[in-house]
């Protein structure tokens, strides 16, 4: 998104309800004119994490999907620009859905998975895992020294290029490893 590159990862909270799931539908919300949809690499977490090093910390990973962080970019922007926090315009409801899990085992080699995201069947993003700025381990390592992390909860681990503006009657169709994870949804108002 040619944002500077930071020394550590930028760090955002969504809330349950920002979770959907395949088939289901993105509603934008009636205050927000610019609404992005951005694939990434979902982490789920199987236990209880503090204080992992990169070393230990995929052994905290249960399982992997595809997912959309969806933004508000436009509420995005204005907080930006005066400094405040994004949480509004990343955590509205359904603005995280996720793709089917797979278990996790470490024959999947997460720094080497496809990534992309079609929107009306025309390919928005494409990219790969070994692009990230961040490994899966950097991630879970840096969030496990800052936050406890539990069973069940899901990390997003950022975008590749592309990302873009949705309306209401797309169809979104994403996919991470080569259909290993997939992800169908709609986007309403």
């Known amino acids: 998104m040619k944002s500077e590159i930071l020394d550590e990862p930028v760090v955002f909270l969504k809330p349950r309800t920002s979770v959907i799931f395949n088939e289901q539908s993105i509603i934008i919300p009636e205050i927000s004119k610019n609404v992005h949809h951005e694939v990434e690499m979902v982490l789920q977490i199987g236990k209880k994490t503090d204080n992992v ?3 230990t910390a995929l052994d905290s990973v249960k399982s992997i999907a595809v997912g959309l962080d969806i933004t508000a970019r436009d509420l995005q922007s204005e907080a930006k620009k005066a400094g405040l926090p994004w949480s509004l315009s990343k955590g509205f409801k359904t603005f995280a859905p996720v793709g089917n899990f ?3 085992d470490k024959e999947i080699d997460l720094l080497n998975l ?3 995201v079609k929107v009306n069947g025309e390919t ?3 990219g790969n895992t070994s692009m990230m700025l961040f490994s899966a381990a950097q991630i879970i390592s840096y969030l496990s020294y800052h936050f406890t992390l539990f069973p069940g909860d899901l990390i ?3 975008t590749p290029e592309g990302v873009s503006q949705i309306h209401p009657g797309d169809l979104i169709e994403a996919s991470l490893g080569n ?3 997939v992800l169908k949804v709609y986007v309403q108002s």
């Open 53 to 55: 090093s990169t070393v």
């Open 102 to 104: 797979v278990n996790y």
């Open 114 to 116: 496809d990534i992309n």
């Open 124 to 126: 928005r993003q494409s």
């Open 156 to 158: 997003f681990t950022g």
């Open 179 to 181: 259909q290993l994870s």
